[in-house]
């Protein structure tokens, strides 16, 4: 669904207000219960303005105190009708306590909106300023502290966060349900200092959801020709987004940690640079019209910027969380499950699929032709795991991407700690999967990860040792920053704030901490992985690519 954007009236306060409250209402607030204050004045400008202009039955009302406000819409959204109070800052929000705590016991929806200062004046004494921020936190089922918008003008960025956080505790309130909180930074002026003029050049996109009370799955049927399937991490998901597309018959974008790299009549390989080269033209006619998204992306800065961020696209979500994967904010609809089997597209697009896997090949043969060494070993654990089903462990460094670019189909279950995408802990949560899964368990991760974690590699003599055969591609530093904006950067920087190489021994360090190591080349590492272990439940391959180079790491 569209609302408008706000008016100009010289007042970020007040444009981002307008927004909040026409978001909220969209999403089926029905009253706001409001007690008087200054720094809360762009909620009872908005809310008088669209009271007056809204087309859904939405309600104002104003009580002298607090408490009575925050009881007044408890009891009209026990009676059925989503109510929000608001406040103004200071003790005045104090007052707003007994409601929630009676509201989250007894499962009632109940919206929260407390007007706060600026960040730049929390902690200097100002004026009716105090610890706003999750004061009701123990009863709430979101808390969210806006920012302060601009001062005269609230940016699209400002008021697209404005609507997407509405969309959000609207959809927290009414589905958990119980309290939400949102703490709003008001910049002066808090008042209109111009005449209002209508931005009718622009309107905001609120994301759609559907009940999650429906467990059965929702269809999508009657697809547009250009429909694509993009796998972000995810086991179960990346299964139910590989047999989607390839129900549909549409293009494929897998993550490596998608687990969705399981039919290879679908998958685009070079997907990242495939995907740039046709959003660099509006005109192009491989563009999509609708893009699914199954499970987290966070990998590829194509696909969240120029496709799931692109205007005329159409991005459906399939998520039950809260915190649904739409950094773009750009989704149109919300599904907590989609029904694979009934899901259909207007008409068939073969010739679609083709063409993106046409142009993914082209992509991939060029760069293959100057593979870096890096690469060639993070194929060659990928295609071990494929052979033999061994669950692989993908730590957070360039090899990732390096799969994303070039690895093929695969339907050995692949975790990853995608959630924070750190380099934290890689060997020690391996160590736990593998004695989980009860068999021989296959980590890859670069030698800055593998130093982060350096007592993961030591177990007790009395504990069960895990399975596992880790590999580390040690080229002295972090590769990932090469291929970022910080590429740019002066080399003497570069190399002592980014890649930051280490000159470590660390094939050295982790024998010393009992653990086999065998070092091998990057074209050896295929057949060493094929060998079976007689003795060392662990072992560790080392991949040794020109660690006397700094600035070049993994």
């Not at 004061?135 to 709430?140: E, G, I, R, V």
């Not at 972000?232 to 969705?260: C, I, K, Q």
């Amino acid at each position: 669904m569209h609302i408008s954007a706000p008016p100009r009236a010289g007042s970020g306060a007040l444009e981002a207000a307008h927004a909040l409250l026409s978001s909220l209402i969209a999403c089926g607030l029905r009253h706001l219960v409001l007690a008087p204050g200054s720094r809360s004045a762009p909620l009872a400008y908005a809310a008088s303005a669209l009271a007056e202009r809204t087309s859904t039955a939405f309600e104002v009302h104003v009580r002298h105190d607090e408490r009575s406000a925050a009881f007044t819409a408890l009891g009209l959204s026990r009676a059925g009708e989503l109510a929000a109070v608001g406040t103004t800052s200071g003790t005045a929000t104090a007052h707003l306590l007994a409601a929630a705590m009676e509201a989250h016991h007894s499962g009632i929806p109940l919206v929260l909106l407390t007007a706060d200062r600026p960040a730049e004046l929390r902690g200097t004494g100002a004026n009716q300023t105090t610890y706003q921020t999750g004061l009701f936190s123990p009863f709430t089922v979101l808390n969210v502290d806006l920012p302060a918008p601009g001062a005269h003008e609230a940016s699209h960025t400002d008021v697209r966060l404005a609507v997407d956080t509405a969309a959000r505790a609207a959809h927290a309130a009414l589905e958990s349900p119980g309290p939400v909180h949102l703490n709003l930074g008001f910049r002066d002026p808090l008042a209109a200092t111009c005449a209002a003029a209508e931005r009718v050049e622009e309107l905001l996109r609120i994301p759609e959801h559907t009940a999650s009370a429906d467990r059965t799955g929702v269809p999508l049927r009657d697809l547009p020709a250009r429909t694509v399937v993009v796998a972000g991490d995810g086991y179960h998901s990346g299964r139910r987004a590989s047999a989607l597309a390839t129900r549909l018959g549409v293009p494929l974008f897998a993550e490596p940690s998608s687990n969705a790299r399981t039919c290879a009549d679908v998958l685009v390989p070079m997907y990242p640079e495939a995907i740039a080269h046709v959003m660099s033209t509006e005109a192009h006619e491989l563009r999509p019209r609708t893009v699914i998204v199954v499970g987290h992306p966070t990998l590829s800065r194509p696909v969240m910027r120029q496709l799931l961020g692109a205007g005329d696209t159409e991005v459906i979500l399939e998520s039950s969380r809260l915190e649904w994967p739409d950094a773009p904010r750009n989704a149109s609809r919300i599904i907590p499950v989609i029904d694979v089997e009934t899901s259909s597209l207007a008409e068939e697009q073969s010739s679609y699929v083709h063409a993106w896997k046409e142009l993914g090949r082209e992509l991939d043969a060029r760069d293959r032709e100057r593979l870096a060494p890096q690469a060639v070993a993070a194929l060659a654990v990928w295609e071990a795991c494929a052979r033999d089903s061994a669950p692989l462990v993908l730590g957070a460094s360039s090899l990732i991407r390096d799969l994303e670019q070039h690895a093929g189909s695969n339907s050995a279950r692949v975790y990853a700690n995608r959630g924070l995408a750190g380099i934290d802990g890689t060997v020690s949560m391996a160590s736990g999967i593998a004695l989980a899964e009860r068999t021989r368990t296959r980590v890859l991760l670069g030698d800055v990860s593998a130093i982060h974690d350096l007592t993961g590699f030591v177990i007790g003599p009395t504990e069960r040792e895990p399975e596992l055969d880790i590999v580390i591609v040690d080229d002295n530093g972090g590769r990932i920053f090469s291929g970022l904006e910080h590429q740019g950067a002066p080399s003497s920087v570069l190399e002592r704030f980014f890649t930051t190489p280490h000159g470590v021994d660390l094939a050295s360090a982790i024998e010393g901490l009992g653990v086999q190591v065998e070092r091998c080349a990057p074209g050896e590492l295929s057949g060493r992985l094929s060998t079976a272990s007689h003795n060392a439940r662990r072992r560790v391959f080392f991949v040794d690519i020109g660690s006397e180079r700094s600035g070049n790491g993994a």
